[in-house]
C-alpha cells in the first residue's frame, strides 16, 4: 500500500490515492444514485464559511467542504446527522477530479478521487486519509463552480463556495 510519503501518486495532491476508484461498487452506486441539483437539495442554500472565495469559472480551486452520514468517533459526541464542516480543493487531472477536504479543524482529512461523466456529473470513490480502511463510492453533481451536490450510501460530502 502507498504512503503518503510514496511519490509516485495518481492524485495531484502527493497524498495516499483512492484504491481502486472505478470498481464494481462504484459502478453499482452510480447506477443507482441521480442527484438532481434542485433548489430544494440542502447543499443549495448557502452554507460555506466563504474563505473559498477563488476559482470562480471553474471547479478548480479552494471550496469550503462538509459531510454528514456517519459518526466520527474522534470526535466526542459526533452522530450521523451532524455536519462536520471544513476546507477543501479541487484539481482535475485529465478526465478525473480529486476533491481533498478536511474537517475537525484540519485534524482529519479525506480524498475524493472522480471520473468525470459529461460536464456535470462525477462518479468515484472516498479515502479517510486517517482511517484508509474507510472507503465508500460517491457521486457528485457539479450545480455551478459555486456548489457541488455529493453523495454516498450514508449521507453527504458537499462542497461550496
Known amino acids: 500500500?502507498?504512503?503518503?510519503?510514496?511519490l509516485a501518486t495518481r492524485n495531484p495532491f502527493g497524498v495516499m490515492d483512492v484504491p481502486d476508484p472505478?470498481?464494481?461498487?462504484?459502478m453499482q452506486f452510480?447506477?443507482?444514485?441521480?442527484?438532481?441539483?434542485?433548489?430544494?437539495?440542502?447543499?443549495?442554500?448557502?452554507?460555506?464559511?466563504?474563505?473559498?472565495?477563488?476559482?470562480?469559472?471553474?471547479?478548480?480551486?479552494?471550496?469550503?467542504?462538509?459531510?454528514?452520514?456517519?459518526?466520527?468517533?474522534?470526535?466526542?459526541?459526533?452522530?450521523p446527522d451532524k455536519?462536520?464542516?471544513g476546507h477543501g480543493e479541487a484539481k482535475i487531472v485529465g478526465d478525473r477530479v480529486h476533491l481533498l477536504f478536511d474537517w475537525d479543524s484540519g485534524k482529519r482529512r479525506g480524498l475524493i478521487d472522480a471520473r468525470r461523466e459529461g460536464p456535470r456529473r462525477?462518479?468515484?470513490?472516498?479515502?479517510?486519509?486517517n482511517n484508509p480502511e474507510i472507503t465508500v463510492p460517491w457521486v457528485g453533481?457539479?450545480?455551478?463552480?459555486?456548489?457541488?451536490?455529493?453523495?454516498?450510501?450514508?449521507?453527504?460530502?458537499?462542497?461550496?463556495?
Open 1 to 6: 500500500m502507498k504512503s503518503e510519503n510514496d
Open 22 to 26: 472505478n470498481d464494481d461498487d462504484v
Open 30 to 79: 452510480a447506477r443507482s444514485t441521480a442527484p438532481d441539483g434542485s433548489a430544494a437539495d440542502e447543499n443549495a442554500k448557502p452554507w460555506s464559511t466563504g474563505a473559498a472565495s477563488e476559482g470562480h469559472g471553474t471547479i478548480e480551486g479552494r471550496w469550503s467542504s462538509r459531510w454528514k452520514g456517519a459518526a466520527d468517533t474522534t470526535i466526542p459526541g459526533d452522530t
Open 83 to 85: 455536519w462536520k464542516q
Open 122 to 129: 462525477l462518479v468515484g470513490k472516498y479515502i479517510n486519509l
Open 141 to 161: 453533481l457539479v450545480v455551478s463552480d459555486e456548489r457541488i451536490d455529493g453523495y454516498f450510501a450514508q449521507g453527504r460530502v458537499d462542497f461550496r463556495r
